[in-house]
């Protein structure tokens, strides 16, 4: 699962939920993950978006 900078519920795609990644981790994850889920909740009272990812 990956954060995605924002306070509002956004219409996250992979280049929005590449924002909430480390440079270093941004190519491994294109290559070997896929996008499958969005959502937008209240974590410890604090907005986060989040994009979650599985295996290709």
Same mark, same amino acid.
């Given at each position: *699962?990956? !954060?995605? &900078?924002?306070?509002? &519920?956004? #219409? +996250? @795609?992979?280049?929005?939920a %590449?924002?909430?990644?480390?440079? =270093?981790?941004? #190519?491994?994850?294109?290559?070997? =993950?896929? *996008? +499958? @889920?969005? $959502? =937008?909740? %209240?974590?410890? $009272? /604090? &907005? /986060?978006?989040?994009? %979650? !990812?599985?295996?290709?």
């Open positions: *699962m990956v !954060f995605v &900078p924002g306070n509002q &519920p956004l #219409a +996250i @795609d992979m280049r929005n %590449l924002n909430g990644v480390h440079p =270093y981790n941004k #190519a491994p994850l294109v290559k070997n =993950y896929r *996008m +499958i @889920d969005t $959502g =937008y909740q %209240l974590l410890a $009272g /604090k &907005p /986060k978006n989040w994009a %979650l !990812f599985e295996l290709k």
